[in-house]
């Protein structure tokens, strides 16, 4: 494992592919799959990648408990003795939910994907449908039974209200998570507060190509900061689903004192540094001796108060926040047909 990842933690397949797939080869690793009712697509497979994909399997399971999805599954072998198996379901609205596992034992690999029943990696929160994709990765513990395998969330995914919410699991190790949220209709606004009212662990959001992101802290280790990953986004899906439903204004009124409290608390860098610099100002009047400690320590806090602001993973954001403004807008605007059907029937 090189350096990157062991910041990251990824178990992606870096090495470069082997030869080409051979007839041989194909036959041998399809096996356990064929055994389980699986049959490879080699039209869509890619031996030059050495990349197999099965032919789809449609899950009609919504009256029993089950949900109504189509598994596709990947497997991929870059050289002999690793194999990494995806298995990707998508559901008639398009969302989808990915989960993959790597390792040298297909049969394995295969159980741990068999393991997690399809239905668990949707769920409904607040009236939204939620995906969540996972990584599969065995429990390195003393403790851990053999064979036991831990869940890393890798990326959470739901529509609300036309705007498509997307998270995305820590790239590297002790960093937040990232949040985008994407609107259907262009030219669309959103408060920067919407996600920083949840909790301090919510950052503000900030305008990107597509839409807005924003980032969630929770630290821990794995399999807990999955779990806490997943529950801080179920939440997020919640606030937006009660929120993005509603007008504008009730979100104003129903959380005037969290935005009030968000507004503090993006001005506290801001309101440190100031006072930094009035306190810097104020000694100018207080005659303090050469061989005095207090000289000492205020020699040495200018570097020291750098060194910590800058030595953070993420460097706070010297700003004057926004104050909260009502918002009697709608949160998506009129479609251009809505507008002009509209505009005949008032002429």
């Not at 969630?216 to 929120?243: D, F, M, N, Y």
């Not at 009124?253 to 306190?279: S, Y």
């Not at 104050?323 to 251009?336: G, H, I, K, Q, Y």
């Amino acid at each position: 494992m090189n350096y990157a990842q062991l910041l990251t933690g990824s178990a992606a397949i870096e090495t470069a592919p082997a030869h080409p797939f051979t007839h041989h080869e194909i036959l041998g690793l399809v096996q356990p799959f064929t055994r389980r009712g699986y049959q490879v697509d080699l039209a869509a497979s890619d031996r030059l990648a050495r990349r197999l994909l099965f032919k789809p399997v449609a899950h009609d399971e919504a009256g029993r408990g089950g949900i109504d999805a189509t598994e596709l599954l990947q497997l991929e072998n870059p050289r002999p003795g690793l194999h990494q198996v995806t298995r990707t379901l998508t559901l008639e609205d398009g969302l989808t939910a990915t989960l993959e596992t790597q390792g040298d034992d297909l049969d394995i690999l295969l159980q741990r994907i068999e393991h997690v029943l399809p239905q668990q990696q949707f769920r409904s929160v607040e009236g939204a449908l939620l995906a969540l994709s996972y990584r599969l990765t065995a429990v390195g513990t003393r403790q851990a039974a053999e064979g036991a395998v831990q869940r890393v969330l890798l990326r959470g995914e739901a529509e609300i209200a036309g705007f498509r919410v997307v998270l995305r699991g820590a790239q590297v190790r002790g960093y937040p998570a990232e949040i985008d949220i994407t609107p259907r209709t262009p030219g669309v606004a959103l408060p920067e507060d919407l996600l920083a009212v949840i909790g301090w662990a919510w950052s503000p959001l900030r305008k990107s190509k597509a839409g807005f992101t924003g980032k969630i802290k929770v630290r821990g280790q794995e399999p807990e900061l999955s779990r806490r990953v997943e529950a801080a986004l179920e939440k997020t899906v919640a606030h937006l689903a009660r929120t993005l439903t509603r007008p504008p204004a009730a979100y104003y009124e129903k959380l005037r004192g969290a935005r009030w409290t968000v507004t503090f608390r993006r001005a506290i860098p801001a309101l440190f540094f100031g006072g930094l610099i009035a306190g810097a100002a104020s000694l100018t009047l207080i005659d303090v001796p050469q061989d005095s400690i207090f000289n000492l320590l205020l020699m040495g806090a200018p570097p020291l108060l750098m060194f910590g602001a800058f030595g953070m993973r993420e460097t706070p954001s010297l700003e004057i926040p926004p104050l909260p403004r009502r918002w009697n807008a709608t949160w998506l605007p009129e479609s251009e047909p809505a507008q002009q059907v509209m505009d005949a029937q008032t002429t």
